[in-house]
Structures are given as C-alpha cells and as structure tokens.
C-alpha cells in the first residue's frame, strides 16, 4: 500500500519558519515529480512548488523567494522549508507525487 505522510506542520508566528516533510512507503517516487499544494477552506487546492527527479524545482509566484523544495531519495522524502512566513500562507499542506496524496499537515500562521 502506497502512503505519503506529510508531518512538521503547526502554528508559527509572522515571519517565522516551519519545514514541511512527507515521507513515502510503498514505493519509490525516485526520478518522480513530488509536490506540495496547500488548501484552504472553501478554495480550490492550490499548487506550490514542485521538484523533479534531477532536481528542478519551481515555485508558485506566492512563494518563490520564501520557500524551497528538497529531497532525499535515499529516505524516500520531500521536504519544503517555508521561511518569512505569512498569515495568507495558512493553509493544509498536502504532499503530491504520480497519483497519490498525502492526508495533509495543518500550517497556521498568525499576527
């Protein structure tokens, strides 16, 4: 059974920081595009940065500056660290990679 577990959200303070983990079993997503998209309530999931499995990343323009996007293939894992963080960047975050999503990780931001 495929899972991807995302983990490391929370609440932090404007201008903080969190990073975001989603740690993958089943199957190896190695060479694979993983994703994070974030969701809030009453709004359409929303994509935020992608990495393929060379390495190239991109980024909503909402967050290209502040977050970035990592992996470890050797664990199986997508990481993003989200700095300079914002209150409209509260949201849940939910790993993305092929067909599979995660259960999504709660990230709230407050003033």
């Known amino acids: 059974q495929v899972q991807l577990v995302e983990s490391g959200g929370g609440l932090v303070q404007a201008g903080g920081s969190l990073r975001l983990s989603c740690a993958a079993s089943?199957?190896?997503?190695?060479?694979?595009?993983m994703g994070w998209y974030r969701q809030v309530p009453g709004n359409e999931r929303a994509w935020v940065a992608t990495?393929?499995?060379?390495?190239?990343?991109n980024f909503a323009g909402s967050v290209k500056g502040r977050f970035t996007i990592s992996r470890d293939d050797s664990k199986n894992t997508v990481y993003l660290q989200m700095n300079d963080l914002k209150e409209e960047d509260t949201a849940v975050y939910y790993c993305?990679?092929?067909?599979?999503w995660g259960q999504g990780t709660q990230v709230t931001v407050s003033s």
């Open positions: 993305h990679a092929r067909e599979y």
């Open positions: 089943g199957r190896t997503f190695s060479g694979y595009v």
């Open positions: 990495i393929a499995g060379h390495g190239l990343t």
